[in-house]
T-cell receptor, first 115, second 113 residues
Framework: AQKITQTQPGMFVQEKEAVTLDCTYDTSDQSYGLFWYKQPSSGEMIFLIYQGSYDEQNATEGRYSLNFQKARKSANLVISASQLGDSAMYFCAMRERDSSYKLIFGSGTRLLVRP | DAGVIQSPRHEVTEMGQEVTLRCKPI?????LFWYRQTMMRGLELLIYFNNNVPIDDSGMPEDRFSAKMPNASFSTLKIQPSEPRDSAVYFC???????????FGNGTRLTVT
């Protein structure tokens, strides 16, 4: 079974608009962390935001926020005020304590910001 | 903080040759991961270490692949003999703790002809 599911292979958003990238996860562990990474066309992996399973508040980092719905096992990334430089691949990932903290990635969503 | 350092950035080799990829993690990071990225299979975890000890190598494709971490500041991923299907970008990443984000190197683009 897929541990991390990203159902949107590709998405478009108009510059300056907000966009939500979906991520659902599968775990029976009580202690886990959820991560989002950005991979621009240059290829590097850039960490964006982290949400711990015990965190009650949704994580925010500048224009990035994580819509964490624990009961639904979803951890959607929201990018506000999209910029052309946000065009990239976005990966959702999870580390579980019971899996000795290995980091598993979803298949990614390619976001294209239109001017 | 120099970040995670991988070498070489690009490697082109012929089928059957031995390939060694190198990684220097961030100082003080206890975890080190090796990933492979291809269009077909996405980001695959190959192996990871905690305090220089391999924890999970179930992602290593076959016996041709081996990884070592002789000390806290150096790791290698070796492919012997290499095959065209090994062509991919190989990433090394490190993290200070189990619940912290991974910091990635810039990757090694391997092409096996």
């Amino acid at each position: 079974a897929q541990k991390i599911t990203q159902t949107q292979p590709g998405m478009f958003v108009q510059e300056k608009e907000a966009v939500t990238l979906d991520c659902t996860y599968d775990t029976s562990d009580q202690s886990y962390g959820l991560f989002w990474y950005k991979q621009p066309s240059s290829g590097e992996m850039i960490f964006l935001i982290y949400q711990g399973s015990y965190d009650e508040q949704n994580a925010t980092e500048g224009r990035y926020s994580l819509n964490f719905q624990k009961a639904r096992k979803s951890a959607n990334l929201v990018i506000s005020a999209s910029q052309l430089g946000d065009s990239a691949m976005y990966f959702c990932a999870m580390r579980e304590r019971d899996s000795s903290y290995k980091l598993i990635f979803g298949s990614g969503t390619r976001l294209l910001v239109r001017p | 903080d120099a970040g995670v350092i991988q070498s070489p950035r690009h490697e082109v080799t012929e089928m059957g040759q031995e390939v060694t990829l190198r990684c220097k993690p961030i100082s003080g990071h206890d975890y080190l991961f090796w990933y492979r990225q291809t269009m077909m299979r996405g980001l695959e975890l190959l192996i990871y270490f905690n305090n220089n000890v391999p924890i999970d190598d179930s992602g290593m494709p076959e016996d041709r692949f081996s990884a070592k971490m002789p000390n806290a500041s150096f790791s290698t991923l070796k492919i012997q003999p290499s095959e065209p299907r090994d062509s991919a970008v190989y990433f090394c990443a490190s993290s200070p703790r189990g619940d912290s984000p991974l910091h990635f190197g810039n990757g090694t683009r391997l092409t096996v002809t």
